[in-house]
């Protein structure tokens, strides 16, 4: 399964860049306020009723938000909040259908300046209906730990919302290539996997209970931090 997503991540990166860096933004420009750019955006039928619906990342472009870097890490810091927009296609054009504003992290990280742009590596995807957001996790310097995970979540058309259906992350340390944890996590069976993988040896697997397993819906989800579920 973390195999498949990942593979299935970098795949919609390549996608991502083109519409990302494409003269097709301009059928968006209605949807980017003023002060705003969009930053990448992927087409995708999200609520399998056959038209492709957009999901877009806008980034705010104020120069007050590069902050001046003095420690470790890139000399300049782009704190510029990023925007996650869905829209759904219909006879008449776009619908607006869920604006998160806190979820996507921004480029830099003002607390962890050497933490590398969590989108570089990762991206957005969508398959047989679901939205998949995955985060690389990189620092140049100051760790050694690195990893990426990706969210999982699915239109309910009861509540008008993406849910969270499913999670992966997998860890590692750079100067320890040859030990791994993949973790997963399935929302609607409220079962959590955990894989430890040790090179030449075989792979250590423990099930687990998710403890508090109460829907959780995309537009509520302020940060990442919320979905620490790994205990």
Known sequence: MVYFLRLLVTTTIIIFSISAYSE??????????????????????????GKEDAVLILQKEDPKNIKTNE????????????????????SKGYKPILQNDTFIPSENDEEDPCLSDPLEEGGVGISKGRLLISFSNFSSCGSWSAGDETYIFRYDPKKNDFRLIGQEMMEYMRNDSEKSTEYSWNYMTGKMKITTSIENTKSKIEWRDIQDNKPLYLSKISNRQELDKKT
Do not use: C, V
């Open 24 to 49: 097709n933004d301009k059928e968006f420009q209605t949807y980017i306020p003023a002060g705003w750019t969009l930053h990448k955006s992927i087409k995708g039928d999200l609520n399998t009723d």
């Open 71 to 90: 420690a470790f890490g890139p000399g300049e810091l782009n704190l510029n909040p990023r925007r996650l927009l869905i829209l759904f296609k219909t």
